[in-house]
């Protein structure tokens, strides 16, 4: 079993120019009247909720426009927001750090024919690892809805057809 991504991607082949795809989505986030929220620079989009709309798990969608053989393609990166990321994957860092070691002073301990104690340091990083990830998973599931909104508001304003909607176990 695979473990779902924790920062979804897609990617789309576009129906018009780079310029016209960036213009259209910078033409839509005028137009959507404060239903979404974004920044625009050269190739790149950022496109958000509204404020009062975010929660901690609301996801942000990041747009990259470019060409790849020839043709115009959009790669779409649907992500928490930049603050929550940096929090998750610090805190990740940090329990790898300290399991890392911990681990180093348990085969020290070992080494010396000391009990080795550091190993329920070691054992606490990686449940807490394991637990932020699986925090992380309902976050993301308790994201779907907007990351459709997001996706979908996208697709609109490019002109690309929607996509079909999924879940864990696969096509609705």
């Not at 054992?123 to 993301?140: D, E, K, W």
């Amino acid at each position: 079993m695979s473990m779902p991504p924790l920062r979804p991607r897609f990617e789309h082949e576009l129906p018009c120019s780079i310029d016209e795809a960036v213009d259209r989505v910078r033409r839509a986030l005028e137009a959507a009247g404060g239903r979404f929220t974004g920044a625009i620079a050269g190739h790149h989009a950022d496109i958000n909720l509204p404020r009062e709309q975010r929660r901690i798990w609301s996801p942000c969608l990041h747009l990259e426009f470019r060409e790849e053989d020839g043709r115009p393609v959009l790669h779409g990166l649907l992500a928490p927001q930049p603050g929550a990321w940096t929090c998750y994957a610090l805190t990740l860092l940090s329990t790898i750090t300290v399991a890392g070691f911990a681990a180093c002073f348990a085969l020290v301990q070992w080494m010396l024919n000391w009990p080795p104690t550091a190993l329920a340091v070691m054992v606490g990083a990686i449940l807490v690892s394991v637990v932020l990830y699986r925090l992380s998973q309902m976050g993301q599931e308790a994201s779907r809805p907007q990351m459709r909104q997001l996706r979908e508001f996208a697709f609109e304003a490019i002109g690309l057809p929607p996509e079909p909607v999924t879940t864990a176990a696969g096509p609705a």
